[in-house]
Each structure stands twice: as C-alpha cells, then as structure tokens.
C-alpha cells in the first residue's frame, strides 16, 4: 500500500533559486477565484443539486480521459458502465468499475490525469492511499461516505472550490430549463450557458434535419429556408443572451471561414433539407456558417470560441454504439492562417466582434496563431486544452507564444471538463506552470518579481474577466 501524498512544490521549476521565485508568485494566486469559462458540466448537475452518485460514476464513467487510457489497455468501454445508445448491457456494478480503475492506476503515471485524480482524491474527499487493487475497497467506500454528506453537494462544492463563474457548453436547441431552476433558486452561485450551433452548421450528420426542426420548435420561427434558419439562430442566441451567456463555442473540423454568396448558401441548405447534397457542399456551408456566426458575434456580443481540429469519433463502431465524446477523437493538422483570412479581413479589427482560438495543434502556435493574435485586436489566444493540458503542453505554449503575442493577448485558463471534482486541480496545474514560467522569466533578468505576481493574477483572473465581459449596453 502506498501512500498518497502531494508535493507542495510540484511542477514548480527544479532548480532552487527559480523554484523559490516561483513559490512566491504561486502564493499569490493559488487561493484566488476559479474563473470557469469553457467546461462540459451540466447545468442539470447545479439546477437539482442532488448528491452524487456512486464513486465510480462522478469520478470515471464520464471522463473520457479516464477511460481512454483503459480502454488503450484494452478494457471494453461495456465494463466501465458507458451507456450504449441502443439500451444494450453495460456494467452497472459501480464498485466493480472502480476496481477496473484502481487495477489500472499505473497507467496514469506522468499524465496530466494522475495530477488531477490525485488532487481531487487528496484534497476533496481526504483519501491518503493511493489507488490499487488492494485498496479500491476501502476507497470507494471512504468516498461513497462523503458522497452521502451536505458539504459533498455540488452547489456546496461549487462554493468550497470557489468558483466565481462556471460556463456550461449547450446546443443551440437547449430550452434553458436548468439555468432558469438556477437562476429562479436563490442560490448565490453563477452558472451561464455557453451556446453551442455545431449540431446545426454541418449538414452531413446524421440527425441534421431533426435538430433543423428543433430549432424551429424552440426559437418559434420557421426554418424551411435559409432565411428563416439565420433568423432562428439569432432568436437562440438571443435566448442564451438573456440567460447570462458570454460565448458561442464552435468545433469544426477545419477552420475555414470561406463565406458563400446569399443565393449559394440558400440553395446548399434547401439542397440538405431535401438530402441531395453533392460533394464538398457540406464541408463549404460549414466554411460560411462560421463566418456568419461571426457576423452575428459582431452584432450581439457573444465572444466566439473555435477550436478547429479534432477528427471526431474516429472510430465509427464506437460512435454508432456510444455516441460521442468516448475518448475516440483524435487531432489533425489545422491551417489558420489562409483559413480564418476571410473572417479576420471582415471582423478582425471591428471592435464589436471577439474571438478565442484554441488548438490541439502544436505546430501553430508560433507559426500562426501568435502572430494572428499579436496584431488582430480581436483575437484572443485560448490556453491549451484536451491532449495539451499538461504540465509540458502548457509550458511549451507560453515559450511558443509569449515572445509574439504577449501574455495579454491571451485568454485564461480553461478546463474543458466534465468531471466536476476535478475543476479546482485542474485550475491549479495552470496557475503552477504559469508561476513557474514567469519565475524564469524572473531568473533571466527579464522581469521584476513585482511584474511575475501582477502578471500571474492577470493571467488568473483579470485576463479571463476581460476577454470574456458581457457587452456594454
């Protein structure tokens, strides 16, 4: 049995003198409010503020980070109770999933899921032994007790891990009922939907003409032409809008922004109500959808995420069987530069239109998307998520982009998540890489230790609270 125990100076720098530079800045921010700006919890989560479930189901079944690396090693997503579509057998036996990953804990070493799983075990739920087989027991129960007390509800969670703001990520149909509950309980906590179109904007899925006429149920307005289908995503955003919504949250597989002409793209959509696409049309009309939602950030404020790149559900068995987000997702090069051009030549230097860029393709940061950021007034650079949310992912952004964009022209850290214990950690692995980045910044003359803290509560929470304020008016 080993002991769980975490080191005070992790992922600060090794080297004495920087590591207690780094300490200092680390100090000053490592209590400050967590600013939530992007994330996959749900709103349902909040509305009911009900009692978790078992342990495995808050703390395995849903993060796809977790399971990926299991499934890797060759365990069936069936065995760790990921609900099939068709209604089919899966495992139900919390205990026994969490055994399958106490079993596989070794596989997490040196991956940015041991530092949180092992963050959110010691600190949230009090846990001092290390996951195995030989403990899985006596953990899970010492987790099924905390999951049974008050201070163990999320709202109460929310609280203790002092979240200022918790974004949601919605579809465009969402009717918002969760957030009204929210809104309409009196609980002091905020908690904003993040509107959500990429359901609506790519024609060649399955389920698009249902989810066209979703939409039309939800906004009131008829979408059986492509004027009605703008004006009823405008009624949604409008709805988010009211809801307290700052963002649009966009996935696309490339980043072209290429608009058509009016008569084009009402002919490309009449042509996908009647399911005769041609070839390349779909892949087009999503190229001029995200050019029109930034025209329509341009006019109704929303700051507009993109985060381009990802083949999604790569394998097509365990999308049909599982749905989405089962950790088959997997990175493909992204050209912004040429791609975002025809977005950035019409709104990049409109002061009503804010973007955040986000990758999961390295390659670009120094050669694309800080150069795009260090002259477009309204780019923004998203701080590394998914596959590069690691200590080294991390580092290796600020050495890639600071140089160009600055720190400033950067937009907080996100923490992409739907495991909601694992928030604060998260958070935490930022705000260390970062105190650790400036602290060498520090050690090479190149700023004063007065400049790394105020920069280090700036990148923490006054860079987050600006790139993502409600308009004006």
């Known amino acids: 049995m080993r002991p769980l125990q975490l080191d005070d100076d992790r992922i600060l720098p090794p080297d004495p003198h920087a590591r207690a530079v780094a300490r200092e800045i680390y100090g000053a921010v490592r209590g400050l409010p967590l600013i939530s700006m992007h994330g996959h919890v749900e709103a349902s989560v909040l509305a009911r503020d009900e009692a978790f479930g078992d342990p495995a189901s808050l703390l395995v079944v ?21 609900p099939r579509r068709d209604g089919g057998p899966v495992e139900t036996d919390g205990r026994a999933i969490w055994r399958r990953f106490c079993a596989g804990w070794h596989l997490y070493r040196g991956t940015p899921s041991r530092y949180w799983l092992e963050q ?16 899985a027991d006596d953990i899970y129960d010492q987790l099924v007790d905390c999951l049974g007390r008050p201070e163990f509800r999320p709202r109460a969670l929310f609280d203790r891990f002092g979240l200022e703001l918790l974004a949601t990520t919605d579809p465009a149909t969402s009717r918002l009922e969760d957030h009204a509950a929210i809104a309409a309980s009196g609980w002091s906590g905020t908690v904003v939907p993040t ?38 995503l405008r009624q949604r955003r409008e ?33 996908a109500r009647t399911g005769a696409l041609q070839p390349g049309q779909a892949a087009a009309f999503a190229a001029h959808m995200l050019f029109e939602m930034a025209r329509m950030s341009r006019d109704d404020g929303l700051v507009m995420q993109i985060h381009p790149g990802v083949l999604r559900d790569h394998d097509p068995v365990v999308a049909e069987r599982f749905g989405p987000d089962r950790g088959f997702d997997i990175p493909v ?11 950035l030549s ?7 239109f804010r973007c955040v860029l986000f990758t999961i393709d390295e390659t670009t940061y120094s050669r694309e998307l ?20 690691s200590p080294s992912g991390m580092r290796r952004f600020r050495e890639a982009v600071t140089e160009t964009a600055g720190f400033y022209n950067t937009a907080g850290f996100v923490d992409d998540t739907r495991a909601f214990a694992s928030i604060p950690a998260r958070h935490d692995l930022a705000r260390r890489v970062d105190s650790g980045y400036l602290a060498q910044l520090v050690c090479d ?19 987050p609270r600006e790139a993502y304020a409600p308009r004006a008016g």
């Open 62 to 82: 849903p993060d796809h980070y977790v399971t990926r690396m299991l499934v890797s090693q060759g365990t069936r997503l069936e065995d760790l109770g990921v």
């Open 120 to 135: 959110e075990l010691h600190d949230v739920f009090g846990v001092r032994v290390q996951p195995s087989a030989e403990t």
């Open 195 to 232: 509107f959500r179109p990429d359901a609506l904007v790519h024609l060649d899925r399955p389920t698009w003409r249902q989810d066209v006429e979703e939409l039309a149920a939800v906004s009131g307005v008829d979408t059986g032409d492509y004027d009605g289908y703008l004006a009823a």
């Open 239 to 271: 709805d988010f809008l009211r809801a307290g919504a700052r963002a649009s949250d966009h996935g696309h597989l490339h980043a072209d922004t290429t608009p058509m002409e009016g008569a084009e793209a009402a002919r490309t959509y009449a042509a």
């Open 333 to 343: 090069p992204v050209d912004f530069a040429t791609g975002l051009r025809p977005m």
């Open 346 to 352: 019409a709104f990049g230097t409109d002061p009503g």
């Open 370 to 389: 800080a150069p795009l950021a260090g002259v477009y007034p309204s780019v923004r650079l998203g701080v590394p998520w998914w596959f590069l949310d």
């Open 445 to 463: 003359g190149q700023l004063s230790a007065e400049e790394a803290v105020e920069t280090a509560v700036d990148l923490t929470t006054t860079i």
